[in-house]
T-cell receptor, first 118, second 113 residues
């Protein structure tokens, strides 16, 4: 059981380049999300998905696109990288909406992708 | 909209000292509350969570947190910290309505032997 797998672990991009950060989970989780972690700012939600075919914006969505064609995968696309997107990116997944009757909503995180845009 | 405030940005303690990290959230509806820990160079791991019931919840490694609804707070406590508790601690809130999990800015804890 691999959990949440992110690739690549490290990436350097030039300004203006595009790339896709991959995220896959094998726990059949409905809910997946992308965060960026910056010093002093904690984790900020970029985009999230509550199931295949459904995505929504988080706190800082500009400059990023996502899609959710399968339950397992939730890639994050940078269309035109900017130095402000230098960050550590984390993908997370969970069973979904938290209620007292579905307590397994703990979010599991991937190992992170450290992205530098020069 | 949900928001989470962690007022302690950097805490330095000696081993065996007691710890309390503050967390306040802003949201009008029903929420789940979490504390996550990130050890140096690692990803986030769940420390403890509150969904309903007893407002005092116990987590791993001797940590506990108390949900005080009237104060919109979910403070993390540990009676006696260890050097191995050196890490960054994040409070997070998830609303029932939106599913979004929103994090605070984190508190960096350094414990010296």
């Amino acid at each position: 059981n691999a959990g949440v797998t992110q690739t690549p672990k490290f990436q350097v991009l030039k300004t203006g380049q595009s790339m896709t950060l991959q995220c896959a989970q094998d726990m059949n989780h409905e809910y997946m999300s992308w965060y960026r972690q910056d010093p002093g700012m904690g984790l900020r939600l970029i985009h999230y998905s509550v199931g295949a075919g459904i995505t929504d914006q988080g706190e800082v969505p500009n400059g990023y696109n996502v899609s959710r064609s399968t339950t397992e995968d939730f890639p994050l696309r940078l269309l035109s990288a900017a130095p402000s997107q230098t960050s550590v990116y984390f993908c997370a997944s969970s069973y979904g909406q938290g209620t007292p009757h579905s307590p397994n909503t703990e979010a599991f995180f991937g190992q992170g992708t450290r992205l530098t845009v020069v | 909209a949900q928001s989470v405030s962690q007022h302690n940005h950097h805490v330095i303690l000696s081993e065996a000292a007691s710890l309390e990290l503050g967390c306040n959230y802003s949201y009008g509806g029903t929420v789940n509350l979490f504390w996550y820990v990130q050890y140096p160079g690692q990803h986030l791991q769940l420390l403890l969570k509150y969904f309903s019931g007893d407002p005092l919840v116990k987590g791993i490694k001797g940590f506990e947190a108390e949900f005080i609804k009237s104060k919109f707070s979910f403070n993390l406590r540990k009676p006696s910290v260890q050097w191995s508790d050196t890490a960054e601690y994040f409070c997070a809130v998830q609303s029932y309505n939106t599913d979004k999990l929103i994090f605070g800015t984190g508190t960096r804890l350094q414990v010296f032997p």
